[in-house]
T-cell receptor, first 114, second 110 residues
Framework: DAMVIQNPRYQVTQFGKPVTLSCSQTLNHNVMYWYQQKSSQAPKLLFHYYDKDFNNEADTPDNFQSRRPNTSFCFLDIRSPGLGDAAMYLC?????????????FGSGTQLSVL | RKEVEQDPGPFNVPEGATVAFNCTYSNSASQSFFWYRQDCRKEPKLLMSVYSSGNEDGRFTAQLNRASQYISLLIRDSKLSDSATYLCVVGSGSARQLTFGSGTQLTVLP
């Protein structure tokens, strides 16, 4: 049974057209993360939520926003996608960020920008 | 210098071969070390944690060398299903501070 679910699996958008990626979890974990991974590169942390507390990485562009309306759901909004934003977007969860380093990943959303 | 560096490969090995990957890290204060496996266009999955004394899980053996700041992964008796990218991950005590390497690609050939 999938514990971290990302939809859609593949997303195509147009240059400059806002797009939202979604993530849900059945683990009741208090921390949710969004990573960006480009081809042959390491996953790059964009931001994370510790409960309702939003934590942005210093080098995450303003073009990327996130919402977490409740424990189970988290959204990644890309306000004006550029060609350079084409990548795999990975959602992950963990129980407590401070002491537990085990991450549970969703299957990812592959974003294409035309 | 990257925080976590890996030889990108690709490593192409025949079935049954033994293959080893190394990973170096720059932060001497790092506390935890992992190997993740990532199949093409899929999510990373935890393969094993790496302990100071070294650890083994079936055909997989992980070693840590704190003095030289590197970790290694040895795969014995390679299977076709071992073909994947292997990500080295280094942590400083919290999931938020995990640093991923860009991975080493392995292809096991029949």
């Amino acid at each position: 049974d999938a514990m971290v679910i990302q939809n859609p699996r593949y997303q195509v958008t147009q240059f400059g057209k806002p797009v939202t990626l979604s993530c849900s979890q059945t683990l009741n974990h208090n921390v949710m993360y969004w990573y960006q991974q480009k081809s042959s590169q390491a996953p790059k942390l964009l931001f994370h939520y510790y409960d309702k507390d939003f934590n942005n990485e210093a080098d995450t562009p303003d073009n990327f926003q996130s919402r977490r309306p409740n424990t189970s759901f988290c959204f990644l909004d890309i306000r004006s996608p550029g060609l350079g934003d084409a990548a795999m977007y990975l959602c992950a969860t963990s129980y407590d960020r401070a002491t537990n380093e085990k991450l549970f990943f969703g299957s990812g959303t592959q974003l294409s920008v035309l | 210098r990257k925080e976590v560096e890996q030889d990108p490969g690709p490593f192409n090995v025949p079935e049954g071969a033994t293959v080893a990957f190394n990973c170096t890290y720059s932060n001497s204060a790092s506390q935890s070390f992992f190997w993740y496996r990532q199949d093409c266009r899929k999510e990373p999955k935890l393969l094993m944690s790496v302990y100071s004394s070294g650890n083994e899980d079936g055909r997989f053996t992980a070693q840590l060398n704190r003095a030289s700041q590197y970790i290694s992964l040895l795969i014995r008796d390679s299977k076709l299903s071992d073909s994947a990218t292997y990500l080295c991950v280094v942590g400083s005590g919290s999931a938020r501070q995990l640093t991923f390497g860009s991975g080493t690609q392995l292809t096991v050939l029949p």
